[in-house]
């Protein structure tokens, strides 16, 4: 933008971003025109308003720059009009209600803080999308508006503190994303792969994660390729990717960015599921981000490393080396965990989907239960304040590794914690629940209301003190005191933490279902009203898009088994027992009294393993059938699906699993956990 835009027309815009000044539509104009040229001499000759739905995917209309000229000809035009604005029709978006299809008109709106981007031949330009009415129908919007409240809320605590120079506080955000990468052509022949992005059916091979021998390991070469071109299609984007590594489970693997404000890391990793997803089809290969594709093995998820920071630079959660004489970084933290543990229901929300219901709370990844990990060090502080003024900070000395040629390292004041959903770690939290295959914003936008929320408070408090210092001290103290119960050191895996954490009376939302109606309290919405994220109606459209998404997403596994078990499976197993049963009639036939009990037993077994099989999906047949028809009511409906659709799924595959394991393997309708695993 330097480069190419005239030093007004670059400074007017530079305010817009940096501190939220209105645009000017004379800036726009200049600027599209640059960025027409920008993009034209790169490739490109479309462009499109890309935005975020609440479909959870990216949205785009690419229109061509050509204009006719009265001569016949036609030039290559861009206003300032068409980047600032957007029509895209909103009827077959999800709305939850707000729109109905004959009310069609949306709007998309330039989003000038995160950067435009070339995709293939066309120019991609953020934006917030909107109904006719101006609520918000993405992600994106609330997002931003999440944004203002928490920098105008920091703002006002840090003008407390002395701070007179920053202008704007942003929270920032590195997203590291897991993923799984299997070949192409098994894919092809799942189709619960196919229409679910999870496998649906599929027993264990010998060997799972049990060795821990991928985690790190070293790439194969076709992975070590596609994760190449993957990082220089993402550096293409302008998307910092920076880590790349093997994950736990076999075929997982790991990719993390650097970090950037929240709304750009909500953009780039959007960008980041997309080409990987891209990239991977040209390997031969295909991307899954569902967040349990495979039972058995770990799943994927995403970790929402989250921070605070001034426009001129400083970190808000740095604690520096003796964080007890740090009561700014105190007040910020205190602020954080009394949000976490007021709204704990919101948080856990933000993490829910379909996926992740079979996750979270199962032994691989946080629990359901929102906790804090704090360390040792900050702990220690947080304690002695409930007492008085903190006087000390733990300091973690050196470390020697007993060799003399190995250098002697200064050690973390604090060990890492792998269990906790939400953990400091240094210089930010890390929020751990976040499902692999959904937008980031969802969470981000409850990170920042809440703390904005609590730092509103601070500050209204501390406004008042005739003596700021004890004041402060106070503050902190009335803190801890009332929300310690949500700090967590411990090992979050444990069947004891859940015991103890019903004790602290943390909330144990085990499932989607059960954390939806957290949207629509009247807690959630006064919350979101005082910082003007989201209004009621825009909350309740939302709670009914999650409600419905839910159920259809239900459906749609238990359809894709009924389905499979009818066409693949149970033909696959009678094949199977007719084999079976010819041999035993064959053998007979050429050697009266030749032993064929193991053909009998087998066939036995295998016939009475396929009568229960067909029992449990007419069961699972019934339910879903009855599912459609429930009425009273999203919230019924979903609750219908969770308790008696995905139970008989459940049902229905401990039988299809135990099956594949009897029967020929040459019969086997589709690729197995073993092929899919290990064969990429
Ligand atoms: P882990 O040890 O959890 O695997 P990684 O190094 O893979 O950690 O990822 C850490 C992520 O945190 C990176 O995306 C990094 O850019 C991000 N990060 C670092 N500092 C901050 C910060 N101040 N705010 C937000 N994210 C940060
Ligand atoms: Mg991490």
Not at 309 to 322: I, R
């Amino acid at each position: 933008m330097r480069q190419r835009l005239p030093k007004n027309t670059y400074k007017a815009l530079r305010k817009t971003i940096d501190l939220g000044v209105e645009l000017d539509p004379a800036v726009a104009e200049v600027v599209a025109n640059a960025m027409k040229d920008w993009a034209i001499e790169k490739g490109a000759t479309h462009f499109t308003h890309w935005f975020q739905p609440m479909t959870g995917f990216t949205a785009e209309k690419h229109d061509s720059f050509i204009s006719p000229t009265p001569d016949g000809k036609v030039i290559m035009e861009f206003s300032g009009k068409e980047l600032i604005k957007g029509e895209p029709d909103a009827s077959s978006f999800p709305s939850g209600g707000i729109r109905a299809t004959f009310e069609a008109r949306g709007y998309t709106a330039w989003d000038c803080t995160s950067p435009a981007f070339i995709k293939e031949d066309t120019l991609c330009i953020p934006t917030a999308f909107c109904s006719y009415t101006g609520e918000a129908l993405d992600r994106k919007t609330p997002l931003l508006r999440s944004m203002e409240a928490i920098s105008k809320q920091a703002l006002r605590v840090l003008r407390l503190f002395g701070n007179e120079t920053s202008q704007k506080v942003i929270t920032t955000v590195g997203a590291e994303q897991e993923y799984f990468l299997i070949d192409k052509e098994f894919f092809k022949k799942r189709k619960d792969l196919v229409y679910t992005g999870r496998t649906l059916f599929g027993a264990m091979p010998p060997k799972g994660q049990e060795l821990e021998d991928h985690y790190f390991g070293s790439l194969k070469e076709r992975v070590a390729a596609y994760m190449k071109e993957l990082d220089a299609e993402l550096w293409k984007l302008g998307v910092a990717a920076k880590t790349r590594h093997n994950e736990v489970a076999p075929a997982q693997h790991e990719l993390a960015p650097i970090f950037s404000s929240t709304n750009i890391a909500t953009d780039h990793n959007q960008l980041i599921m997309d080409t990987m997803k891209k990239v991977a089809n040209r390997h031969g290969l295909v991307c899954l981000l569902h967040e349990k594709p495979f039972a058995g093995v770990n799943g994927s998820g995403k970790h929402n490393n989250w921070s605070m920071s001034t426009d001129d630079g400083m970190n808000l959660l740095e604690p520096g080396t003796t964080p007890h004489e740090n009561a700014q970084f105190l007040v910020f933290l205190a602020a954080i965990i009394k949000a976490v543990d007021v709204h704990a229901d919101l948080l856990r929300l933000s993490a829910a989907n379909t996926g992740n219901d079979h996750r979270l709370g199962a032994n691989e990844a946080p629990p359901a239960i929102i906790s804090i990990f704090l360390g040792e060090q900050l702990t220690d502080i947080l304690e002695q304040i409930e007492k008085g003024p903190a006087t000390s900070s733990k300091q973690g000395g050196m470390l020697t590794i007993g060799v003399s040629t190995l250098p002697a390292l200064p050690k973390d004041a604090t060990d890492r914690n792998r269990t906790s959903p939400f953990a400091f770690t240094g210089n930010k939290f890390e929020f751990r629940m976040v499902p692999s295959s959904a937008s980031i914003s969802g969470p981000n936008v409850v990170l920042n209301t809440i703390v904005a929320d609590v730092l509103s408070e601070i500050a209204d408090q501390l406004e008042k003190a005739a003596d700021f210092n004890g004041a402060v001290q106070q503050l902190l103290q009335d803190i801890v005191k009332q929300h310690r119960r949500v700090i967590f050191n411990g090992n979050g895996y444990s069947e004891d933490w859940v015991e103890e954490a019903a004790t602290r009376g943390l909330p144990n939302i085990r499932s989607t279902v059960e954390a939806i109606p957290a949207i629509i309290t009247e807690k959630a919405i006064s919350l979101y009203a005082r910082h003007g994220v989201l209004s009621e109606v825009e909350l309740h459209s939302r709670y009914e898009i999650l409600l419905e998404e839910y159920s259809k997403q239900i459906n749609i596994e238990a359809r894709t088994m009924i389905e499979m078990g009818k066409r693949q499976i149970i033909p696959a197993v009678i094949k199977f027992a007719t084999e079976l049963a010819a041999s035993i009639n064959t053998i007979k036939a050429a050697a009266a009294g030749a032993d064929v009990t193991v053909q009998g037993d087998l066939l036995a077994e295998v016939s009475s393993t396929l009568a229960s099989f067909k029992a449990k999906s007419s069961a699972l047949e019934k339910v879903t059938e009855e599912a459609a028809d429930v009425e009273g009511g999203a919230l019924t409906q979903a609750t219908f699906y969770r308790e008696s659709v995905f139970p008989a799924m459940g049902e229905l595959r401990k039988v299809g699993d135990y099956i594949e394991t009897l029967v020929d393997e040459a019969l086997w309708p589709m690729p197995t956990y073993g092929e899919l695993l290990f064969q990429v």
